[in-house]
């Protein structure tokens, strides 16, 4: 049976008081810089977004903007990855000149459809497949999207063909910028994967 003083006791205490104010710090520290790097992808993401090589008619770019929301995604989590692209689609329909049919278009095209992209820390470390995942459920919205808000209701005219299906319509239009979109981020993932793979795996939060 170990009996202590009370000097040593209170020794004791004092150990076990510091080592949990230590851990309280640390975990309060983590948060913060995940909050910081969170709102630098997101600020890099809107930032790349302008540069755009291509647009779609009725809304939809090809961009390299959804990298740094990817990334940052695999990194941290799908939690903080969610928080993310919840916050980059209200950048996009404020600065970057929505193309919207009412709120019901602004909501599903901009407040949900880039939340998706946090999916892609389902796969921690996992940054191709993260990248893909990620990158259908953003299709995935436009889909819905295209299909409930976008139908149309007449033969209409893209890609020098006429559709008169509008789940075809959808399938193909926003396929058009969203398939060059992902393979953008698979390119990107590919060239930065060795030089960003200590920070991607998080080895620089231990």
């Known amino acids: 049976m170990l009996v202590f003083s009370v000097p040593q006791a209170r020794s004791v205490a004092c150990g076990i008081f510091s080592s949990e104010v230590s851990l309280t710090q640390n975990r309060s520290h983590l948060r913060v810089r995940m909050l910081c790097e969170g709102a630098l992808m997101v600020a890099l993401a ?14 939809g770019s090809i961009t390299p903007a959804m990298f740094p929301i990817l990334f940052f995604a695999v990194r941290r989590g799908w ?21 919207a049919w009412g709120w019901q278009s602004m909501l599903l095209d901009y407040l949900v459809a880039f ?3 946090g999916l892609a820390g389902l796969f921690r470390g996992g940054l191709f497949a993260g990248t893909l995942v990620g ?16 139908r149309i209701l007449a033969p209409t005219e893209f890609l020098n063909q006429t559709f008169t299906s509008p789940s075809l319509y959808s399938l193909v239009y926003n396929g058009s910028y969203m398939l060059p979109n992902t393979l953008i981020a698979l390119v990107l993932a590919a060239v930065l994967y060795k030089p960003l793979k200590k920070y991607m795996l998080g080895g620089d939060l231990c």
Do not use: W
């Open 79 to 99: 939690r903080s990855g969610l928080m993310a692209g919840f916050v980059f689609g209200p950048l996009q329909l404020i600065f970057d000149g929505a193309y």
């Open 115 to 117: 939340t998706p992209l």
């Open 135 to 150: 990158c259908a459920g953003r299709f995935l919205v436009h889909y819905i999207s295209g299909v409930t808000i976008y």
């Open 46 to 59: 809107q930032v790349l977004s302008y540069v755009k090589l291509a647009e779609a008619p009725n809304g």
